[in-house]
């Protein structure tokens, strides 16, 4: 709730300091001027998360990083990645990535409605798309206490891949985990133990592709693996990037698929 408060205090200062500033601009400078001061305020943001990050979860994880030179340091990156904690994967790639980045995130697990919609609000804050996953509409079909309907499936998948081509567009960086599901999870998982992989789905290439059509975007899509060991109560995690890959250089997408699920497995091994 501390880091949900800050964030929303700060993003309000910012949007008022924008606003000053764009009354007075002129006109023909003004969307140019709104661009700058949205990058610098999303910079901010992250700054900001870092730093909350980092208190929140400094006693309790020990992190290295490894590979980070095949990160480009600028341009429209898709980081697919490996699952394997609910929580300290984002921790991780937010404490090692040197640039802001934007993670869609699974609410389809909650089912309270008002947290719905506050953890909603504090995703839109940062610019996390919201995704729900297609299995789990079939699974809480008659549970009256899901927090989301079944009605909403459609709006929810339309807007996760509009703020991601939105995102990707805008030369930033978008994170997925491609398995869907994580390996420790508090919410029922597929996932039998700590060794598990689950097929990666095609989404993320489908996500790539669709920011492409506009001719001039070229999406770099690096794969991330992770490493964890548990020492008493203090988790020991590697995160490990792999070489970029494009969809250019392949014949189809499944091919690339497989290319990049093959290479976050080997990335992830000990």
């Not at 989301?148 to 997925?176: F, P, T």
């Not at 133990?193 to 770099?220: H, N, S």
Request: hydrophobic share 45%; aromatic share 10%.
């Amino acid at each position: 709730m501390k880091a949900i408060t800050l964030l929303v205090t700060y993003r309000l200062a910012q949007a008022y300091c924008i606003g000053i500033i764009l009354t007075f601009a002129p006109s023909r400078e003004k969307q140019k001027l709104r661009g700058r001061l949205n990058r610098a305020g999303a910079r901010g943001t992250w700054l900001v998360m870092r730093a909350v990050s980092r208190l929140i979860s400094r006693r309790k994880i020990v992190m290295c990083a490894e590979g980070l030179e095949y990160v480009p340091s600028s341009g429209p990156v898709l980081i697919a990645a490996r699952h394997f904690h609910f929580f300290y994967d984002g921790y991780v790639l937010l404490r090692a990535i040197r640039r802001p980045l934007h993670i869609i995130v699974a609410l389809d697990w909650m089912h309270n409605r008002l947290l719905r919609l506050l953890v909603e609000f504090a995703c839109a804050l940062v610019d996390w798309p919201v995704v729900l996953r297609s299995e789990q509409f079939q699974e809480h079909a008659s549970d009256k206490q899901w927090a989301y309907k079944s009605s909403e499936a459609r709006r929810y998948l339309r807007q996760v891949a509009k703020a991601s081509v939105r995102i990707l567009r805008s030369e930033h960086l978008l994170v997925i985990f491609a398995e869907g599901y994580p390996n420790i999870d508090p919410h029922p998982t597929p996932k039998a133990d700590l060794d598990a992989f689950l097929p990666f789905k095609p989404g993320f290439i489908k996500l790539a592709e669709m920011a492409e059509r506009d001719g001039e975007t070229q999406v770099a899509i690096v794969p991330a693996g992770f490493v964890y060991r548990k020492v008493g109560k203090r988790w020991y995690t590697t995160v490990r990037f792999g070489p970029p890959l494009f969809q250019r250089d392949f014949a189809n997408n499944t091919l690339l698929l497989h290319s990049v699920e093959k290479s976050v497995h080997t990335l992830s091994q000990s």
